[in-house]
T-cell receptor
Framework: AQSVTQPDIHITVSEGASLELRCNYS??????LFWYVQSPGQGLQLLLK??????LVQGIKGFEAEFKRSQSSFNLRKPSVHWSDAAEYFC????????????FGPGTSLSVIP | EAQVTQNPRYLITVTGKKLTVTCSQN?????MSWYRQDPGLGLRQIYY???????DKGDVPEGYKVSRKEKRNFPLILESPSPNQTSLYFC???????????????FGPGTRLTVL
């Protein structure tokens, strides 16, 4: 069955510390991979996406993610977290060859301590 | 400005009273979709549409209807709302084409619905 898991429901980090949010997926073929961020009271904004090529992708707001095919993972990282990064983060997967449903993970809530 | 708009943003209603949540995009996207977001469950797809007059069920379509008469609009209809439809709803659209456009979704701001 197709699924996306985000093992950490909630993470708290100190401002300036590094961050890694985990994402694992189960899919029939290598899908398109996405990370979205949802700030409080806002809609979802695309942080970055992976389609092919270099497995380390750069996104907005200083985020990056690394695709590891052997681990079916697409973890999100940031070297130094800012207080404004406090939000809900969603990993998602979608097929490469058709308009089919995108599957979202349950989300990881990030809190940032000053 | 390229955007997806939803109305209303907040709605409190009573069981059984029909309601419509509108969604409109100005990016000429073919693909549009509705999701509901519930704590611990992430986003679950309700319905999606690949083009005008083409709609299909997502994971949780029960109790909802949609229509796609125009490319830019994709309203969500609750004929007889029930309390278990209390949720945060998002509309999204996707561009066509290659180079990673497929399935890159642009989201509206959300509609918080409470059914009493």
């Amino acid at each position: 069955a197709q699924s996306v898991t985000q093992p950490d429901i909630h993470i708290t980090v100190s401002e300036g510390a590094s961050l890694e949010l985990r994402c694992n997926y189960s899919y029939g073929a290598t899908p398109y991979l996405f990370w979205y961020v949802q700030s409080p009271g806002q809609g979802l904004q695309l942080l970055l996406k992976y389609f092919s090529g270099d497995t380390l992708v750069q996104g907005i707001k200083g985020f990056e993610a690394e695709f590891k095919r052997s681990q079916s993972s697409f973890n999100l990282r940031k070297p130094s977290v800012h207080w404004s990064d406090a939000a809900e983060y969603f990993c998602a997967v979608g097929p490469k060859t058709s308009y089919d449903k995108v599957i979202f993970g349950p989300g990881t809530s990030l809190s940032v301590i000053p | 400005e390229a955007q997806v708009t939803q109305n209303p943003r907040y709605l409190i209603t009573v069981t059984g009273k029909k309601l419509t949540v509108t969604c409109s995009q100005n990016m000429n996207h073919e693909y549009m979709s509705w999701y509901r977001q519930d704590p611990g469950l992430g986003l679950r797809q309700i319905y999606y549409s690949m083009n005008v007059e083409v709609t299909d069920k997502g994971d949780v379509p029960e109790g909802y209807k949609v229509s796609r008469k125009e490319k830019r609009n994709f309203p969500l209809i609750l004929e007889s709302p029930s309390p278990n439809q209390t949720s945060l709803y998002f509309c999204a659209s996707s561009p066509t084409g290659t180079s990673g456009g497929l399935n890159t979704q642009y989201f509206g701001p959300g509609t918080r619905l409470t059914v009493l």
